[in-house]
């Protein structure tokens, strides 16, 4: 390797952008907008099936539909895209060049040779066994093989961006401790080797099993070590999206956080706890004890969440001390009301911001209460809890920080700018909806993974209440929105990346509202001193979110108290 | 800024807002909260999952089920036996594709011990619409005490995908008032 | 900052010793790593595997 890389100073920023680096941000995020293309089509299908009035696909399509949009967005466009982040976050935001490029190269192409394989693979039919796969339901071995690659590859990414810290900090490129934004993308890649290891872990066993070479997989062990994949993997995405709010709240608006100290530990608490929470998935299982459930369901007494309510509190109190400081003072909520609603990664990090807290996160706690689980287990209810998570959580803050890296990183102009104005509001309704009436219908008792609940080939057929149907259908509006609000980013990406008109070194102005809102202006919001913090709205905002939050909590108490006794 | 690094070398050092340590204080105790809420309702609560499972040959299991069919069956629904058990008897399920065997029939207010395991892959036991959902895997019995407290015709679908019909996988529970039960036995 | 900077550079034992202990779990990723690796697999993997392990077969 060259010991003086080539790199170019971005106008906007002033940060040393790197060849090889910006190489590798462009390849991972256009693969990752490709599979959010074909996951997202195979969801709608989905979404489109379980409408009962539409019933789009055949039974065996369905599932197989199911099979591939779990693999495609759970795990390619997210993983992909968070590599994308990693490589940002630490080479671009650290001033250095990246470590071990080829590595990252080799990385990129496992990771397309693993997804691209376990897609044509569920393609072929004999492997609609789920993105669980649980055992003893078995797919094809090249099933397994492509998912072992991607992880490979993953993991390989993730060595890399420790590889880059160690660099930088040789070089010193940075003084004293790293940005606040790498400190949460190095949360996200911790979760991630302990995620992709555990894959490796349970993956290359079933994959010797689908060959013949093993006789048993027992059911339960692999359930337990799968999980430490499967919701792990959805952990390193919240440290993600967290993180790119303090990056997208940091570029658009000069906010800093409040306190150095608070968000850091926000973070620390994540990478000491959230990964318990894959015991989400055991709450009804046989065979685990309640102190085993109890102690990891909370994430050791909710030291997690308290990490998520830090965040909740510290994001829009950046935003809200910003928009302060840029003169929009005005009684509680003019810093909100005079937002720069019109840009696209602002508004899609808001939007992400509130419908993640109070639709995910609260849904989140509630569903993995050890007893409350036992009335929405295995109900839509769970992917209606997920959906808010990772499509109104991740996916749109990646949508939201995709029109900052077009022209930041691919120097292309956005091509049709009012049509990124508007998709993250179609995207948000549509996703968000999807994720509410999912929900509502799991508490009808409509349940997950389920092609026909007419139950019409059944020979004791049991009958839905018809407001489950009701709200299926409504989530079958909904998605045909988020698709809509899908198809608008796609098209819009892929031709400004492909053919936007070239920024070349003037500063980026498009996406910075006003002027007066553009990166680099001086700091705002001083933390630490205790006189200067004003931020009522944010105090508002959260005080109603803790409110909805408790009562929400003690709601399903009171309806798991009136089921039939159990012990 | 937050993409950039901290301006305060040592920025463990400064302090937290009072606002913002009062928030950090009021969601560790809403944590506490939580977290002993779930603890307390496992000593006080009546809806607790127990922690009693056993490894058990399908085949085995299945020998079980069927000896308590033999013993308790009162009648037969499309081939399918319909089994009342004595109150506080064990019960026994089977979740097979794409079938729940048998149906039982069990009278309001009593408690029976429920042994679930599946044969073949993992099924997912939905008690409708009480919205009971727990978890049966192949090689494990399940077993917990439950206590209808409603009567009337109940629908235990599966919610666990076990393959291509999983969703014909339907079946029903009865729950009989106790004067009719003993008239049925009679 | 840069003046913080030369000072640590210039005087650096001192300065080291004067950074709080949780900064100094902050700042070193390796550390971070092992912990992040090690809770979920003792807590959750080893507990839990431990558990399924010692179910005792049906009487």
Request: charged share 10%.
């Amino acid at each position: 390797m060259s010991a003086t890389p080539q790199y170019r100073v971005c106008p906007t920023t002033g940060l040393k952008v790197f060849g090889a680096t910006q190489a590798l941000i462009k390849a991972n995020a256009v693969a990752a907008v490709v599979f959010l293309a074909v996951g997202g089509l195979f969801g709608l299908s989905v979404a489109l099936t379980r409408w009962p009035d539409v019933h789009l696909l055949p039974m065996d399509w369905f599932y197989l539909a199911l099979t591939a949009h779990g693999l495609d967005v759970l795990l390619c466009w997210i993983i992909f895209f968070e590599v994308a982040v990693l490589y940002f976050a630490s080479s671009v935001l650290l001033n250095c060049r990246l470590a071990a490029p080829r590595m990252a190269w080799l990385a990129f192409w496992l990771m397309v040779i693993g997804g691209v394989l376990t897609n044509i693979t569920v393609l072929q039919g004999n492997s609609s066994v789920m993105f669980t796969s649980y055992t003893p339901l078995q797919a094809a071995p090249n099933f397994y093989l492509g998912l072992i690659i991607f992880a490979v590859g993953a993991l390989i990414a993730c060595g890399v961006f420790f590889g880059t810290l160690v660099l930088a900090k040789d070089e010193r490129t940075y003084e004293g401790s790293v940005p606040l934004v790498t400190f949460g993308a190095l949360t996200a890649a911790i979760i991630a080797v302990f995620t992709l290891a555990s894959g490796a872990i349970i993956l290359v066993p079933t994959w010797l099993w689908s060959l013949g070479y093993i006789s048993h997989i027992d059911p339960l062990m692999y359930k337990l070590v799968w999980w430490a994949m499967g919701h792990s993997s959805q952990q390193i995405n919240v440290s993600v999206h967290v993180s790119l709010w303090y990056a997208v709240a940091a570029i658009l608006l000069g906010a800093k956080p409040l306190s150095e100290k608070a968000s850091r530990l926000a973070f620390l608490l994540y990478i000491f706890f959230l990964q318990l929470a894959s015991a989400h998935h055991l709450l009804v299982e046989p065979g685990v004890g309640s102190e085993w459930k109890i102690f990891n369901t909370s994430y050791a007494m909710y030291l997690a969440v308290l990490g998520s309510m830090i965040h909740a509190m510290t994001v829009p109190g950046t935003i809200e001390a910003a928009q302060r400081r840029l003169g929009f003072n005005k009684g509680m909520f003019e810093w909100l009301r005079k937002a720069p609603w019109g840009n696209p990664a602002f508004s899609g990090v808001f939007l992400s911001l509130v419908l993640f807290g109070f639709l995910g996160g609260i849904s989140g706690v509630v569903l993995g209460t050890e007893q409350i689980n036992l009335i929405m287990h295995n109900t839509v209810y769970a992917p209606g809890h997920f959906h808010a998570t990772v499509v109104t959580g991740t996916t749109l803050t990646f949508m939201a920080v995709t029109y900052l890296l077009v022209p930041l990183v691919f120097q292309r102009e956005i091509m049709f700018p009012r049509m990124a104005k508007l998709q993250p509001y179609v995207f948000a309704i549509g996703a968000g909806g999807i994720s509410l009436f999912m929900m509502a219908a799991g508490t009808l008792g409509v349940p997950r993974r389920h092609w026909d609940i007419t139950f019409a080939d059944s020979i004791f057929p049991y009958q839905i209440p018809s407001a489950g149907f009701l709200m299926m259908a409504l989530n079958g509006v909904c998605a045909i929105l988020a698709a809509t609000g899908g198809l608008m980013y796609i098209v819009n990406t892929v031709a400004s990346v492909f053919f936007g008109k070239r920024t070349g070194d003037a500063p980026v102005k498009t996406y910075a509202a006003t002027p007066a809102q553009a990166m680099g202006r001086p700091v705002v919001a001083d933390y630490g001193s205790a006189g200067t913090m004003y931020i009522p709205g944010t105090i508002v905002l959260v005080g109603v979110f803790f409110v909805s939050f408790v009562l929400y909590y003690y709601v399903n108490w009171k309806y798991l108290a009136e089921v039939w006794p159990l012990r | 800024m937050a993409i950039t690094s901290p301006d305060n070398r040592l920025w463990w050092k400064e302090p937290i807002h009072r606002i913002e340590l009062a928030w950090i204080i009021i969601a560790f105790l809403w944590g506490l909260v939580m977290f002993f809420t779930m603890t307390f309702w496992h000593a006080f609560g009546q809806q607790n999952l127990s922690n009693t499972t056993y490894k058990v040959m399908p085949q085995a299991f299945a020998a079980k089920a069927e000896r308590m069919a033999e013993q308790y069956k009162v009648r037969e629904e499309l081939g399918i036996p319909v089994v009342h058990p004595p109150p506080g008897s064990d019960v026994y399920l089977i979740g097979r594709i794409w079938m729940w065997w048998p149906i039982l029939e069990l009278e309001k207010g009593q408690s029976y011990r429920f042994h679930l395991s599946a044969m073949e892959y993992s099924h997912g036991f939905s008690l409708q619409p009480v919205n009971i959902n727990i978890q049966l895997q192949p090689g494990y019995e399940h077993v917990f005490t439950m206590t209808p407290t409603d009567s009337g015709e109940f629908g235990i679908i599966c919610n666990e995908y076990c393959g291509f019909g999983h969703h014909t996988m339907a079946s029903r529970l009865y729950v009989v008032e106790k004067s009719t039960a003993r008239s049925t036995q009679e | 900052m840069s003046k913080n900077g030369a000072a640590s550079g210039a005087d650096q034992p001192e300065a080291a010793e004067r950074i709080p202990f949780w900064q100094r779990v902050c700042d070193n990723p390796f550390l971070l790593l092992f912990i992040g690796v090690t809770v979920p697999t003792v807590f959750y993997l080893i507990w839990g595997i431990m558990e399924i392990a010692q179910i005792p077969v049906a009487p």
